[in-house]
T-cell receptor
Framework: NAGVTQTPKFQVLKTGQSMTLQCAQDMNHNSMYWYRQDPGMGLRLIYY???????DKGEVPNGYNVSRLNKREFSLRLESAAPSQTSVYFC???????????FGEGSWLTVV | GQQLNQSPQSMFIQEGEDVSMNCTSSSIFNTWLWYKQDPGEGPVLLIA?????ELTSNGRLTAQFGITRKDSFLNISASIPSDVGIYFC??????????????FGQGTILTVHP
């Protein structure tokens, strides 16, 4: 069972470069999320999409853009990467009515 | 932004010992979730709690939804080396402008010595 799949698993970027993190879920969930995880900070919400065609800012949206391509896919883009965006990024999804959120395996991003 | 206060931040225990961790908040939640994250992996759901006072077990794990709806605890009995990881609590807001929002604690890092 695939669940939530995100790519790439690891990426090193130079400051100023751009990249897109891809996420797909096969659970027919309406809601999808992007979190970042930093030491001692727990998981912080970057952007979320409550349903196909909608996106909203989370707690730490600056420096990121997102696209809800279809019900399955939700991508996160860094237009001009900065060292402060070095982090582990997690995509997640859940049903509209449920409160249980399911996570991908994470993407380790280093910006040098 | 709003955060849950999760404690302790880290624990170093001997195999076989019991473990207890908790989360508190100034806000009321209508759902509490407990996740475990293994090194290099994403968080995996352990237990979900939906009613105040609810006590739920999953093997050696037991979690409770506090009566005030502002706290929850997780207990692990007879710890084993594979319990090592980071444990996160998460709460779903019950009302106001944050209704339905999921908030995470900072995590508890558990180390188990054989």
């Amino acid at each position: 069972n695939a669940g939530v799949t995100q790519t790439p698993k690891f990426q090193v970027l130079k400051t100023g470069q751009s990249m897109t993190l891809q996420c797909a879920q096969d659970m027919n969930h309406n809601s999808m999320y992007w979190y970042r995880q930093d030491p001692g900070m727990g998981l912080r919400l970057i952007y979320y999409s409550a349903s196909e065609g909608t996106t909203d800012k989370g707690e730490v949206p600056n420096g990121y853009n997102v696209s809800r391509l279809n019900k399955r896919e939700f991508s996160l883009r860094l237009e001009s990467a900065a060292p402060s965006q070095t982090s582990v990024y997690f995509c997640a999804s859940k049903t509209s009515s449920g409160n249980t959120i399911y996570f991908g395996e994470g993407s380790w991003l280093t910006v040098v | 932004g709003q955060q849950l206060n999760q404690s302790p931040q880290s624990m170093f225990i001997q195999e076989g010992e019991d473990v207890s961790m908790n989360c508190t908040s100034s806000s009321i939640f209508n759902t509490w979730l407990w996740y475990k994250q293994d090194p290099g992996e994403g968080p995996v759901l352990l237990i979900a709690l939906y009613k105040a006072g609810e006590l739920t077990s999953n093997g050696r794990l037991t979690a409770q939804f506090g009566i005030t709806r502002k706290d929850s605890f997780l207990n692990i009995s007879a710890s084993i080396p594979s319990d090592v990881g980071i444990y996160f609590c998460a709460g779903v807001n019950a009302g106001g402008t944050s209704y339905g929002k999921l908030t995470f604690g900072q995590g508890t890092i558990l180390t188990v010595h054989p």
